[in-house]
């Protein structure tokens, strides 16, 4: 704060407030209290003030910092004292708050030579590396100076501020959406055939005229009230431009109808852009200015509806919601009561330096503070994901980490400061020792070494699983097994029938009883020998014939061959359905011959142990295995074999297409390929499926693995 002790004895002068200042009445503040405004012409700003700087500036002629001190000083009990607050105290203390404020806002005469200018220039000069990184999120590129211009075109533009027209615009909105439903799937349709490079230009070019004619809206309305419009130009954000126009005059309007008037006029003519184009396109028919008004109709509502209502971004939105509220500077001052709130919340101090709200008001700016922190991380994610992808890896690597810092670990670090700062109160309270503990004992889990288990997805699968085929094309008589069913050796799996085969076998039948009886009757009649050899030939072949026959029949009910778990079967296998020799009905698995392929990432190789594991199964009623170690692989897999275990069919290694359009999948880091073998004595019978290895790893704590992972993907993503 500025000193206002007496220095050798002479009272301190105060410095000279500029001449060209105007001090005018503002809107009451949310608690009724009365505003004032300080208007600085040189750089068309403004800057809201109180009643307590309103009457320091009102007793700024005294001239020295003890009479300023003295006319501040509260005459009876004041609000923001304390019991150990003297009147005089409290006064010398409102002086130095009035005099550090107008030195801060540069509202005093400069009363420095050359040098001093020049050092002035050099401390308030941003530095090489805020440029680089800040320099490009947002700056402005003032083009135009319209206000003559608008003056002298708003006569022409008073008929879109009455109220016939505003009538009119509601009517045309209700029966432009009316009929658009009436045409809702032609709209959908021509909306989604516009997703091209093609589509993208045409929006892009109905996106300048309507933002155009956005910022008209607000220079219009600010010239209707009596404002000035000194400059129109472009902004850029994170290099996008966005067109703008100065209001800045609003804030000299006490009626805070007219100030949201302005900040709302930009969206009032987007939105009755879209009515006008909705409208037309629903009458005109198909041709080039049916499809300029969809262009301009869809990025009306979508940049009204999605952008310039968006309350967490200083657009339009931002501006009606702190002028509907009442509160200047929203975005400062909910994070400051946010900051307050979590300081309560945590270590259950009341600082009096919060500012007063009432209730209700003070959870809707705390909770408005939060979600605006968890829109702004997510939108810088987006943002540097997008430079991420379109500029080179490096460069995307290094300014997210650098707005990480700047957005999040620098701020984390400024309010420990304060904590620290305020140590002493926070140790005192019940709360503050709690939360400091947990907080302690927490920090200290973190680097405790621990963890000697390893989670790696892997697969149980039979060493050389027996593959069942249908001994002939026949049609499916029964099912009798699922996926995953346990069979002993024996059971029946599938029945099938063959017409050919029946038919075969009962002419067969036919055949061996007539040659039956031809023989019964040669055995009553004396007949040659050579004639009875023969019969009897001819019944051993028919005979012969029938038992193939009917072993070839029963070969059609399929049995399994030992005992194991079913997999495989196609879901379309059921009754009455024709199978053929070459389509496999299951595969039949011995669990006295599996084997567990574990995928090892990359950044485990360095933790992992060799030695026995346990393998979990992702069915819940299978039983779980211990497993021995057989071989690990000495190099990295090239594609995934076990395609259950991609990413895109819901697996964990992460996968992508191979190059060049193949079918295979390609993991995109690195892994090595674990086999085991299961221990299978007295824990069951496991069949074939995915699940999670848990294998042997060194100790490591967790800021540890963090900084080793973080690093590795910086080093994976950035190429290095």
């Not at 002993?488 to 063959?498: A, I, K, M």
């Amino acid at each position: 704060m500025t000193d206002v002790a007496m220095q050798d004895g002479e009272p301190k002068p105060l410095p000279a407030l500029r001449e060209e200042l105007t001090i005018l009445p503002a809107s009451a503040d949310h608690f009724g209290r009365p505003r004032w405004m300080i208007y600085d012409p040189v750089r068309h700003c403004y800057f809201s003030i109180g009643e307590q700087m309103f009457r320091a500036l009102n007793a700024w002629g005294s001239g020295t910092a003890e009479a300023l001190a003295l006319a501040l000083k509260p005459s009876g009990s004041a609000p923001d004292s304390t019991p150990h607050q003297d009147a005089a105290s409290l006064g010398m203390a409102r002086a130095e708050a009035a005099l550090a404020f107008v030195a801060k806002n540069e509202l005093i005469k400069p009363a420095m030579d050359a040098e001093g200018h020049a050092e002035r220039w050099r401390k308030g000069r941003k530095s090489l590396l805020s440029y680089a990184t800040h320099g490009y999120l947002f700056f402005k590129i003032p083009l135009l100076r319209p206000d003559a211009f608008l003056r002298w075109s708003y006569p022409a533009m008073t008929m879109f501020f009455a109220r016939w027209f505003h009538i009119t615009l509601f009517v045309a909105a209700a029966l432009a959406l009316y009929l658009t439903s009436r045409q809702w799937d032609v709209f959908v349709h021509t909306l989604l055939n516009f997703f091209s490079v093609e589509g993208f230009i045409y929006y892009g070019l109905a996106l300048v005229g309507v933002k155009v004619l956005h910022e008209l809206g607000h220079a219009f309305t600010a010239i209707r009230y009596g404002c000035r419009v000194p400059t129109m130009g472009v902004a850029f954000m994170v290099l996008m431009p966005l067109l703008y126009t100065d209001v800045t005059d609003a804030w000299k309007l006490q009626d805070k109808r007219k100030r949201l008037c302005i900040n709302a006029a930009g969206i009032c003519v987007e939105l009755a852009i879209a009515v006008i184009a909705t409208l037309m396109w629903t009458f005109l028919s198909d041709g080039p200015l049916r499809v300029v008004c969809f262009f301009v109709a869809t990025v009306s509502w979508a940049m009204s509806l999605f952008v310039n209502l968006n309350p967490f971004m200083k657009f339009d939105g931002y501006h009606l919601a702190a002028d509907a509220l009442g509160i200047a500077n929203l975005q400062g001052r909910s994070s400051a009561l946010a900051r307050w709130w979590m300081r309560k919340v945590l270590f259950g101090i009341e600082p009096d330096r919060a500012e007063p709200f009432q209730t209700a008001m003070r959870g809707d700016l705390i909770t408005y503070a939060i979600c605006m922190r968890i829109y702004r991380i997510f939108l810088l994610l987006v943002i540097y994901l997008l430079v991420y992808h379109l500029a080179f890896k490096a460069l995307g690597i290094v300014l997210f980490v650098v707005e990480i810092l700047f957005f999040i670990a620098l701020p984390i670090w400024r309010e420990m400061r304060v904590w620290w700062a305020e140590r002493t109160v926070i140790w005192r309270q019940k709360r503050g020792r709690h939360t400091l503990l947990i907080t302690a004992f927490l920090a200290t889990l973190c680097f405790i070494p621990f963890g000697t288990k390893m989670r790696l997805p892997a697969v149980l699968e039979s060493a050389q699983p027996t593959i069942i085929f249908a001994p002939e094309a026949a049609q499916m008589r029964a099912v009798h097994v699922q996926n995953g069913d346990l069979v002993q050796r024996g059971d029946v799996l599938f029945e099938l029938h063959s017409d050919t085969l029946a038919f075969d076998v009962a002419q067969a039948e036919a055949r061996h009883d007539l040659q039956r009886v031809l023989l019964s009757r040669q055995a009553v009649q004396a007949t040659a020998r050579a004639q009875r050899l023969v019969l009897e030939g001819e019944f051993r072949a028919a005979t012969e014939r029938l038992d193939g026959l009917k072993k070839q029949q029963q070969r059609l009910v399929i049995r399994a061959g030992f005992s194991g778990v079913i997999t495989d079967v196609p879901p379309g296998l059921m009754p009455g359905v024709f199978v053929s020799q070459s389509n496999p009905l299951a595969r039949l698995h011995d669990p006295r011959r599996q084997q567990i392929i574990g995928y090892l990432p990359e950044e485990g190789v360095e933790r992992y142990r060799s030695g026995a594991a346990h393998f979990v199964p992702q069915n819940v009623f299978w039983p779980s295995l211990t497993a021995s170690y057989l071989d690990r692989e000495t190099t990295g897999i090239e594609v995934l074999s076990h395609l259950e275990l991609a990413s895109l069919h819901g697996g964990a290694i992460e996968v992508e297409p191979e190059a060049g359009g193949g079918k295979q999948l390609v993991p995109t880091k690195g892994h090595y390929r674990l086999r085991y073998a299961p221990v299978v004595e007295d824990q069951g019978t496991v069949g074939e499926g995915i699940g999670t290895l848990l294998v042997d790893a060194k100790r490591k704590s967790i800021a540890t693995r963090l900084v080793e992972r973080v690093v590795f993907v910086l080093r994976r993503e950035s190429g290095f």
